[in-house]
């Protein structure tokens, strides 16, 4: 998934030790995806080809583990839960039937795995896409209507967050529950 994750990352050992620093990590949210370029090879200069993982890290993050200078270094990794204040919120952009709608302050896996909407005129769940990051859509027309949003994050737990967008919403509002995952 390409929305935000929480990493520890620390100079891995194999690394040049005079661009690390040992005994140190810092924690940083990844939320962006860094796209593969197919023309280079994984192992020189194709840096966000798989199996390669790859942080560009702000300079004051990075200057807590390595040196400036260094450039690119190995680093070991390893994903810890998202720790956020206040429940889910979900920002709603787009225009009839294209509701794009931003989840965000997501906890514990920090990334959405499927996302579903209902309006208050419907008994039935409708799957949105992911569309990138944080986002996803439907085609479907809901403008102006009570919605009810359904999440499952990458580490599969669910929780529904019913009628959470009142009805009469406009577009470029944000609605914030009370509810987090774990």
């Known amino acids: 998934m390409w929305s935000v994750l929480q990493d520890r ?33 994984s192992d020189n200069g194709g840096w966000c080809n798989p199996p390669r993982p790859h942080f560009d890290m702000a300079q004051p993050a990075w ?3 390595g040196v ?15 720790m956020k204040k206040g429940g889910v919120r979900f920002k ?4 009839d039937y294209f509701n794009l709608v931003t989840v965000m302050n997501v906890a514990g896996a920090g990334s959405i795995k499927s996302m579903d909407v209902k ?23 809901l403008t102006g209507k009570m919605l009810s949003f359904r999440l499952t994050d990458t580490d599969g737990q ?4 019913n009628n959470i967008v009142p009805g009469g919403w406009k577009f470029g509002q944000t609605f914030a529950s009370k509810q987090q995952f774990k």
Request: aromatic letters at 10%; proline letters at 10%; charged letters at 15%.
């Open 9 to 41: 990352v620390r100079p891995h050992k194999l690394a040049y030790p005079m661009w690390c620093k040992p005994g140190v990590s810092v924690t940083v949210t990844a939320t962006n995806f860094c796209p593969p370029n197919d023309a280079l090879p």
């Open 63 to 65: 200057e807590k583990i």
């Open 68 to 82: 400036y200078k260094g450039g690119i270094i190995p680093v070991m990794y390893q994903r810890v839960p998202c």
């Open 92 to 95: 709603i952009d787009g225009h």
């Open 119 to 141: 309006s208050s005129e419907s008994n039935d769940w409708m799957t949105m896409s992911h569309n990138w990051g944080a986002n996803w859509h439907s085609l479907a027309n």
């Open 158 to 161: 669910t929780i529904e967050f």
